[in-house]
């Protein structure tokens, strides 16, 4: 489906105002006549000629109306509820917006022959072995896992044409600033407050903006089943929160690393996550960069 003035392929992006959202328009905004839809009124600066729609992904027939009111050649849905105690301790809301809020976009994605490509997590892994190639079995420890399971079992199952993009531990730069674990460690280290981070989780952090491209070039290929894209470390928490103290000018000392059965957080997190992707590095051709490039690309990022 073609816009008509401009000949290109409409991609309506539904999670405009998270972190993966706006890097997501931001890096196809010059390919692709770009429908941005958010929970509430927009709150991103920078692109602003962008199309823009407020939708809740639970309210079905807002989603129905806008959907097939758009008719856009690829739907991208970076909407979720990301909060994973939040969802330990309101399993009632996640299960609505991560799984519910999925299966009203598939249906209509299916009906009006559109390409749904959702974002997922290692979180669907139990953390013992990771990293996760794509095949490995399932077996979420947290409801937040559990349900972005049962939304890929939604959109595998809605019969429409799909591509799944499981990532882990994105970091970057959004306005206003989003939660994220490089937000909070630079938050607090500039505040030169001590924080304790845990050393025995591991995963490979990603640079919001890599993924963004990596979603671009599944546009542009294609391509179609489940992806993983992570960044190329694996090291664990403390070691990360090093090398942004390091990166950003902190003192490192201020970092103490602790267990994670120390903290006390609701959901039991997975230990040894992560992801492999040489699916995505053979497949899509895309480089897999590591910490040092995106700590580097988000000092530089002054502009937005
Ligand atoms: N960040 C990570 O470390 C990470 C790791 C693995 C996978 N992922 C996945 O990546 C995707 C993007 O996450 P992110 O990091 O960009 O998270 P984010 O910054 O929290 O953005 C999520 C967006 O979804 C929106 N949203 C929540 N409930 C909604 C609803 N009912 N209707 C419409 N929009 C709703 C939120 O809007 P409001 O805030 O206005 O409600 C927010 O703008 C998600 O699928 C997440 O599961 C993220």
């Known amino acids: 489906m073609m816009h008509d003035s401009q000949n290109k392929m409409k991609v309506m ?25 958010g929970n509430g009124v927009k709150t991103f600066n920078g692109e602003k000629e962008i199309e823009y729609h407020q ?9 129905n109306e806008l959907l097939r009111k758009i008719e856009p050649g690829v739907v991208v849905n970076a909407a979720a509820y990301t909060d994973v105690d939040g969802c330990e301790a309101n399993k009632e809301k996640c299960w609505k917006v991560n799984v519910e809020g999925v299966e009203n976009i598939a249906r209509v994605a299916r009906l009006i022959n559109t390409k749904l490509i959702h974002i997922s997590t290692d979180y669907v892994f139990d953390g013992k072995n990771g990293p996760y190639p794509e095949d ?51 938050d607090e280290l500039s505040a030169e407050r001590r924080i304790n981070v845990v050393n025995d989780q591991f995963n490979n952090p990603t640079y919001a903006n890599d993924l963004a491209a990596c979603i671009l070039r599944i546009i542009q290929l294609d391509a179609e089943g489940l992806y993983n894209y992570a960044g190329a470390d694996y090291l664990n928490r403390f070691e990360f929160a090093q090398k942004i103290a390091e990166k950003f000018g902190y003192s490192p000392n201020l970092i103490l690393p602790i267990k994670t059965k120390d903290l006390g957080q609701l959901a039991k997190r997975p230990q040894n996550g992560g992801l492999k992707t040489e699916k995505a590095r053979d497949r899509l051709g895309l480089k897999i960069l590591g910490i040092n490039h995106g700590l580097e690309m988000m000092l530089q990022e002054t502009d937005r």
């Open 13 to 37: 992006v539904f999670g405009a105002n998270g972190l993966v959202g706006q890097k997501l328009i931001k890096e196809m905004n010059s390919s692709y006549e770009i429908i941005a839809v």
């Open 55 to 63: 939708a809740d992904i639970t309210d079905s027939a807002r989603v």
């Open 136 to 186: 490995y079995q399932p077996s979420p420890t947290t409801y937040y896992g559990k349900a972005k399971l049962a939304s890929e079992t939604v959109v595998i199952g809605s019969n429409t044409r799909y591509a799944i993009i499981r990532t882990n531990v994105v970091y970057g730069k959004a306005y206003p600033a989003k939660a994220s674990f490089v937000r909070w460690v630079t």
